[in-house]
């Protein structure tokens, strides 16, 4: 990863002194795979998030859609909707 950072480094110094950047080298495949493991890990934490909503909404649907009510009123008070 750090090879990475200082190519992109080198190449934004060129590009600021009016150089043409140097050729980036291709990336690193170890950080693809770690990035693809993030990227899997934070879709499966998402997935659960959205059953325990969904769960949440089918057990209590009158406070579910209180809060959604009371939550569009703030945004729509912090937006400037109305005044």
Do not use: W
């Amino acid at each position: 990863m750090a090879s990475q950072h200082q190519t992109e480094l080198h190449a934004l110094r060129a590009e600021v002194s009016g150089r043409e950047a140097p050729i980036t080298a291709v990336p690193n495949v170890e950080d693809e795979t770690e990035l693809e493991r993030a990227l899997h890990e934070l879709r499966r934490h998402m997935t659960g998030v959205a059953k325990e909503a969904e769960e949440m909404v089918a057990e209590h649907p009158m406070a579910s859609l209180a809060a959604a009510f009371c939550l569009g009123m703030i945004a729509g008070r912090l937006s400037g909707g109305s005044k």
